[in-house]
């Protein structure tokens, strides 16, 4: 889509308003991001010793044998924060209440049921000994391990296959565990830096194993359920995904800012037992899940992602891994700010849960699509931050804005195909679900080189998280993301400093775009009565910026390989 030079944007205003003492809430959620990424930094040690004593004073326990070693790795990688660990120790708490021994039999005989969807790694004499029902995933996982499989001891590791998370504890459980764990924790005058060497219940090809060796996971299945029903359960009781009469108003102000509806809190947009209730029915995976094998025993699985109310392990998702041109980011491919386009743009497939003639409205792309289209936004009327013609630099909300010729002009959201539905047309029938003929017309794919051409890419999830969301980061375009789900490199990541967040009911879209591309005129604001909204190039830009500085410092290869490293190093495959 070529730059559109309308009477809707300013581009010339930059000059004109460049004294303008800009009061919009985005300012102060970018300074507030500055402060807490120097935070950040300025808490990362510099030495080993430091690392150490930081890790035993936050954890109250020693780091895991091999730690040196792991360091040492680390360090020849040019790992940026050395101490990183949050989501890692938050993934690996439970397991100190549950039995060694458990853990072990469930490690070494989760996976040889191939219909459970789950591969096995063995770990042998500092090698991979064997894998188990290997797919793209296991065989990208194998390719990573063999960078650091000298250091590792003998282990056995389970992989899930599925897109979906798979282990949810109830509330009252986990609880329990953590209790156990916090009761565990002790930093002894004299440890051991070495592997225990007599370790049992490892995995044994062709094993004569009976039912008391082989403990049930109690696997249950439950596609296209609310998945809230399931996910309450592990909520806090005073939550409000467990309290049906609790008050919205203060759940959104929770994480919105309750003027401009624009996001202050990203995590909590991610948390069910917050927002659960109010997009139970606006998320594919939370109400039409095609897959959903789940169990509710604390079971060693390593995932990609996962929700907040999960107890999978999180390790660096395969496809980040994998080379492959549909996600991967190559520099050359890109280009500078001011050669893109001022256009939003997003491509992909009707995935995310399993559609049908009533329902498909209802699915988080779905939506997306219909938000961002100009005709479907006619008729209708939605919110917007817009600028108060008397007083420069000072926003107040409207709520009739029309949004369509606007979004006509610099959004360009569309599918490729249709697929995950119910009726779907077979192969010979030439595929595709019937349901949207009549909504809307596919569009050609735009390989993923071609989308850096626009300043704008917004993420949504698929049927679980989305594999382009790095090579969004390390673009010179600016990511705007919307997710539930959640992964290993959460917590180096800074809503506002690297990234733009987005409300799951994408009404803070209008607020956001016209912030940065502009709107209107100000010179015809104050006696036209139409909106006007500063441009805010300058600030686009710079988050890019930093969302790209940003990810190669943390976000390489070489981050993954640290990353996954540490896992099994931190006794969930051994203890």
């Known amino acids: 889509m070529p730059k559109s030079e309308s009477w809707y944007q300013d581009h010339d ?19 507030n991001a500055d402060e807490k990424v120097k935070a950040y930094e300025e808490g990362i040690s510099r030495t080993f010793k430091e690392t150490v004593n930081k890790y035993r004073r936050k954890y109250g326990r020693h780091p895991p044998p091999g730690f040196r070693d792991w360091y040492k790795f680390a360090r020849e990688k040019g790992v940026y924060n050395i101490d990183d660990f949050e989501q890692v120790m938050d993934d690996i708490r439970p397991f100190w209440g549950v039995e060694p021994s458990l853990i072990r039999k469930y490690a070494s005989t989760l996976a040889l049921n191939e219909g459970a969807g789950l591969s096995g790694c063995y770990i042998r004499d500092k090698k991979i000994w064997k894998t188990t029902h290997v797919n793209w995933r296991m065989e990208n996982f194998h390719k990573l391990v063999e960078k650091f499989v000298k250091y ?6 389970v992989m899930n296959r599925h897109d979906q998370p798979r282990v949810t504890v109830p509330w009252d459980d986990l609880q329990a565990l953590l209790k156990k764990e916090e009761q565990g924790r002790r930093v002894a005058p004299e440890v051991l830096a070495s592997w225990s060497t007599n370790m049992t219940g490892f995995y044994v090809e062709n094993a004569n194993l009976s039912s008391v060796d082989i403990p049930d996971p109690k696997w249950t299945d439950h596609p296209r359920q609310q998945y809230m029903n399931l996910a309450k359960e592990a909520c806090p009781p005073d939550s409000p995904a467990r309290n049906p009469n609790h008050n919205k108003e203060e759940v959104e102000a929770s994480y919105k800012d309750p003027i401009s509806g624009l996001i202050t809190n990203f995590n909590k947009t991610s948390d069910l037992c917050v927002i659960g209730p109010e997009i139970q029915d606006k998320h594919g995976f939370l109400f039409s899940a095609a897959t959903l094998v789940n169990s509710k025993q604390l079971l060693p699985i390593f995932g990609e992602c996962k929700v907040n109310v999960n107890n999978d392990i999180l390790f660096p998702a395969n496809m980040y891994y994998n080379h492959d041109t549909r996600y991967f980011y190559n520099a050359e491919n890109d280009y500078n700010w001011d050669d893109k386009h001022d256009t939003m743009l997003w491509r992909g497939v009707t995935s995310g849960g399993t559609g049908d003639a009533d329902n498909w409205r209802k699915m988080h792309r ?5 938000a961002t289209n100009g005709t479907e936004l006619v008729d209708k009327r939605v919110r917007l931050l817009k600028q108060e013609p008397e007083k420069p630099g000072y926003y107040t909300t409207m709520e009739n804005f029309n949004a369509g010729l606007f979004m006509k002009q610099n959004t360009d959201v569309a599918f490729t195909a249709g697929v995950d539905c119910i009726p779907a047309r077979s192969k010979d029938e030439g595929g595709g679900c019937p349901f949207y003929d009549n909504v809307w ?5 735009i390989l993923l080189a071609a989308q850096f ?8 999830d698929g049927a679980s998280f989305s594999g382009r969301w790095r090579a969004f980061l390390q673009s010179k375009s600016l990511g705007l993301k919307a997710t539930i789900f ?20 994408y009404d803070d879209i209008y607020s956001i775009l016209t912030y940065f591309i502009g709107l209107g005129k100000a010179t015809e604001a104050s006696y036209s009565g139409e909106p006007y909204v500063q441009r805010h190039d300058f600030e686009g830009r710079k988050i890019a910026n930093q969302g790209r500085e ?3 410092k943390v976000l390489r290869d070489e981050d993954i390989e640290v990353r996954t490293n540490f896992l099994p190093e931190d006794k969930v495959c051994r203890r």
């Open 13 to 31: 205003g930059f000059e004109n308003h460049a004294d303008v003492d800009d009061h919009h809430p985005i300012a102060g959620f970018m300074k």
């Open 152 to 157: 590792l001891p003998d282990m056995d590791i």
């Open 366 to 370: 779905q939506r997306l699509q219909l």
């Open 441 to 445: 017309t596919f569009a050609p794919e």
């Open 453 to 460: 051409r626009n300043k704008y890419l917004i993420d949504v």
């Open 486 to 505: 959640r992964e290993w490199h959460d917590s180096r990541l800074f809503a506002w400093k690297h990234f733009v967040p987005v409300d799951h009911r």
């Open 550 to 552: 940003w990810a190669s």
